[in-house]
């Protein structure tokens, strides 16, 4: 079945950097999108970017101002979220999310379509 990990949350200064894993089984990566997404409190879920299986081409949200990649482990079947200059409102929960995409490309959006879904990983950005 289906399932999505993600890792690599924890506290780290402002301008810091991070990096979070998303550890996909069941299925593999080449036809399907890796969305990732995060949740503060207060706020609505929001879309910081995808990858598509198919092509290997990633999109951001335009509010992520370039801080962020995103990049795959083929062998692992893993993708990482690399999250740099961070600031205290990237602070929320992050993640994962998967939906079969066959050869399309993946659009961030806020999560409406992405079929399954990890647990999250929490981020905190304080001094």
């Known amino acids: 079945h289906v399932q999505l990990v993600e890792s690599g949350g924890g506290l780290v200064q402002p301008g810091g950097s991070l990096r979070l894993s998303c550890a996909a089984s069941?299925?593999?990566?080449?036809?399907?999108?890796i969305g990732w997404f995060r949740h503060a409190p207060g706020k609505e879920r929001e879309g910081v970017g995808c990858?598509?299986?198919?092509?290997?081409?990633?999109y951001f949200a335009d509010s992520m101002e370039a801080r962020f990649t995103i990049s795959r482990d083929y062998a692992k079947n893993m993708v990482y979220l690399q999250m740099n200059s961070l600031k205290p409102e990237d602070a929320a929960i992050y993640y994962c999310a998967t939906q079969f995409l066959l050869n399309s490309e993946c659009r961030v959006g806020t999560g409406g379509g992405w079929s399954f879904w990890g647990q999250g990983t929490r981020v905190t950005v304080s001094s």
């Open positions: 069941g299925f593999t990566m080449d036809y399907y999108g």
């Open positions: 990858f598509s299986g198919s092509s290997g081409r990633t």
